[in-house]
């Protein structure tokens, strides 16, 4: 798997996350996570230990206190147990809370950087990987995968720390009480937890059932919900809820097996575990009743109380590892992202300081990777500073790939793009795009205001700035007739807003920025009649001393281009000005004609 860093800082300014991912194992890797709160997860541990002694500690004592009644023994030495069992009670609450405060907290920054990395590395990635990968499984990794393994880490930190705090202290507690039994427990305990891992496992296989079963009526609701227009048209409601009554079915018996099952294993388990219990209890017994060893009956109720114990911390531990799975999977899941190569590599090239806005195409071609076909191959083209170019073709042309190499989120594979005499491949292209404006065929707004929309990623912008751009792009009329103005919450995706409104938010937030080059991409496809006016009169102000590159569907919003570039196939047809190319009698006179008729 080819390597990669990823570089995201803390928030909480915990240092770097910088790491080469190779697909090693997810273990190695929450490791490295972990790297800048090693010594609070270890002082975690420390206080978790010192919190859970009572548990282990408490049949000892029990043994203590039995012992003193059994053999009328000095009374000061039930005090000396009940102080101490009272002591080591008290600090269970400080310890708690540190062992909160440095672990969960190490969980949670631990996630924080991951999720920080994460994002960074999506703004990294090339346009063109964020094209093939859906933004719901990005988000998932964001969200999902990093929530999974904190989760994972919570719960095999707390019940973990709790199974091997109770194994160690019990086993020393019995190594030197009574030394004779530890090989017996050695050998029990694991074999008693094994069995009752081994009837848990059997119900994970009816659980799986069921939840297959959840799923396939989670399937057949959605079914129905999206059908109900089709359904309530042709009054096949009958038909539709017999589908669904047909899985509620399934549905109940499973969960009714299960129910079964889980009662019969759960009451199997509790039964097997307590008779292994009472088989020890009784051994023991029988030892210190006929004196085979020395055992007191203080220690026989130590030993019952420990196998109890220890063989639940031992069955704690092996129930862990599917959950612990899932946390390494979701470990597995956002590496992925993490270590995946296609990046944008900006490092060490040369910045931008000022753009004219000549660019020049020279036998560009472009290939996009598993295709059948050069998506544009041989584009030649010489575009002045301050021209309008127009490109248009039918389905496939190649229209929006050039977009992509002019913006520079895709890299031409054959030939080269020039800006102002210099090679783009050779530039950092971020410091390019700060002169480039896009006013894309559906604007993108976030959920705040529309002040802040117009001015996104720009500081301290003058009312008056703002103001003007809206102007400009015929925004005012609407925006001053809203109650709170500029402050106005747009929504989310501008929800409040209407298609028109929207995209004329979106060309006041390129007139702001004052972009050398800009490009147009479908702007007013979408719109109806009045609001296509509008933009389109903000749109020639726009334009004005800027290089330009626009698409659009309908031919009769281009007649105004310097030049309008006709592609078919990934190849220039021909170039020229509207009235020319229609004298012509070309492909674009053929386009002309399809729209009219």
């Known amino acids: 798997m080819a390597s990669a860093s990823a570089s995201a800082t803390s928030p909480h300014h915990n ?31 420390a206080a978790y230990l010192g919190k859970h002694t009572p548990v282990w500690l408490l049949p000892l004592i029990t043994a203590n206190i039995i012992d003193v009644v059994v053999r009328h023994s000095d009374v000061s030495a039930l005090w000396w147990n009940a102080g101490v069992l009272l002591v080591v009670l008290s600090l269970n609450l400080p310890m708690h809370l540190l062992y909160v405060r440095w672990m969960h907290g190490s969980i949670r920054r631990t996630g924080t950087r991951l999720r920080s990395a994460l994002c960074h590395r999506m703004q990294q990635l090339s346009i063109g990987y964020h094209s093939r990968v859906s933004a719901g499984v990005l988000q998932a990794k964001v969200i999902r995968d990093v929530e999974s393994i904190e989760t994972a880490a919570q719960q095999t930190a707390d019940n973990g720390l ?37 009837l848990r ?13 959840v799923e396939q ?60 219990g009472v088989g020890c209890l009784v051994g023991s017994a029988l030892v210190a009743y006929y004196g085979w060893f020395q055992v007191t009956a203080g220690q026989v109720v130590m030993l019952s109380a420990y196998f109890t114990a220890l063989t639940s911390s031992v069955t704690s531990l092996m129930m862990l590892t599917p959950l612990i799975g899932k946390g390494l999977a979701s470990v597995r899941s956002a590496g992925e992202l993490l270590e995946a190569p296609d990046l944008e590599e900006n490092a060490g090239k040369a910045e931008v300081a000022e753009v004219r806005g000549r660019i020049q195409f020279q036998q560009v071609g472009f290939s996009y990777p598993g295709g059948d076909r050069p998506s544009v191959t041989g584009f030649d083209l010489d575009v ?74 720009m500081t301290d912008v003058p009312e008056e700035r703002v103001r003007t751009a809206l102007r400009d792009a015929n925004a005012l009329e609407f925006i001053d007739r809203l109650p709170e103005g500029l402050d106005t919450v747009v929504g989310e995706r501008g929800a409040r807003l209407s298609g028109g409104q929207k995209q004329r938010l979106a060309i006041a937030r390129a007139l702001i920025r004052d972009p050398r080059v800009l ?48 592609m078919d196939e990934g190849r220039i047809a021909e170039v020229g000005p509207h009235d020319r190319l229609l004298r012509n009698g070309g492909v674009y006179a053929g386009l002309q004609a399809a729209q009219i008729a």
Do not use: C
């Open 15 to 45: 240092g770097p996350l910088s790491h080469r991912y190779r697909g090693e194992h997810p273990l190695r890797t929450l490791v490295y996570l972990f790297e800048p709160d090693r010594r609070r997860v270890a002082q975690a541990v």
């Open 162 to 198: 709790a199974a091997v705090a109770t194994l160690l202290g019990g086993l020393v507690v019995i190594g030197v009480e009574t030394p004779l039994f530890l090989p017996v427990f050695l050998v029990l305990v694991p074999a008693s937890a094994a069995l009752v891992v081994r």
């Open 201 to 213: 496992k059997r119900l994970r296989s009816n659980n799986e059932t069921f939840r297959r079963e």
């Open 217 to 276: 009526l989670s399937s057949r609701v959605i079914e129905m919900t999206t059908l109900i227009p089709i359904t309530r048209a042709h009054a096949l409601e009958r038909t539709a809820l017999k589908r669904v009554d047909r899985t509620l079915g399934s549905v109940l018996s499973a969960g009714l097996r299960l129910d079964l099952l889980n009662g019969l294993f759960g009451a199997l388990a509790w039964i097997l575990l307590n008779t292994i």
């Open 384 to 457: 002045r500073a301050g021209e309008t170019i127009a490109l248009v073709g039918g389905s496939g042309a190649g229209k929006s790939t050039m977009l992509n190499l002019v913006i520079g989120f895709l890299r031409p594979t054959e030939g080269r793009i020039l800006l102002d005499g210099r090679d783009m491949e050779a530039l950092d292209l971020r410091s390019y795009r700060t002169f480039l404006s896009v006013v894309p065929q559906e604007s993108i707004l976030f959920e705040g205001s529309i002040r802040e929309n117009v001015g996104y990623g």
């Open 519 to 566: 490009i147009l991409d479908e702007a007013t496809s979408s719109l109806d009649s009045r609001s296509e006016a509008l933009v389109q009169q903000a749109l020639a102000r726009l334009v004005q001393g800027r290089t330009v590159f626009v698409v659009a569907h309908r031919l009769s919003t281009i007649k105004g281009a310097d030049r309008i570039v006709v």
